[in-house]
C-alpha cells in the first residue's frame, strides 16, 4: 500500500514535469490505494482547491470510517478529494 506522504512526494517529484491531470491519470493507472479511500468532508476539505471550495457540489456519501481521522460519520470517497492530492 502507498502512504500518502509517499503519494505526495511522488506529486511533487512529478509536477515538476506534469499537470495536477496528468498526476491524477497517473495515480489512476497505478491504482494507488487512495484512489478508493473513504474520506470524510472534514479531512477532505483541505484537498480541494479553492475553485472546488466555492463550488457547492452533491456527492455521494456513505456512513462508514475516514481513512485520515478513523471517525465513523459520513464519508465519501477520495475521487471527490483529488484523491487526497494536495495542489
Ligand atoms: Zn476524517
Not at 505526495?8 to 498526476?23: A, G, H, I, M, P
Amino acid at each position: 500500500m502507498i502512504s500518502i506522504p509517499k503519494l505526495k512526494q511522488d506529486f511533487k517529484d512529478f509536477k515538476k514535469k506534469y499537470s495536477r491531470e496528468d498526476f491524477i491519470e497517473f495515480v489512476k493507472q497505478n491504482d494507488m490505494k487512495e484512489i478508493n479511500a473513504l474520506v470524510c468532508f472534514d479531512c477532505g476539505r483541505e484537498f480541494l482547491t479553492e475553485k472546488q471550495k466555492e463550488r457547492a457540489g452533491v456527492v455521494t456519501a456513505q456512513k462508514g470510517e475516514c481513512y485520515i481521522c478513523k471517525d465513523k460519520k459520513m464519508v465519501t470517497s477520495s475521487r471527490h478529494f483529488n484523491y487526497l492530492v494536495k495542489t
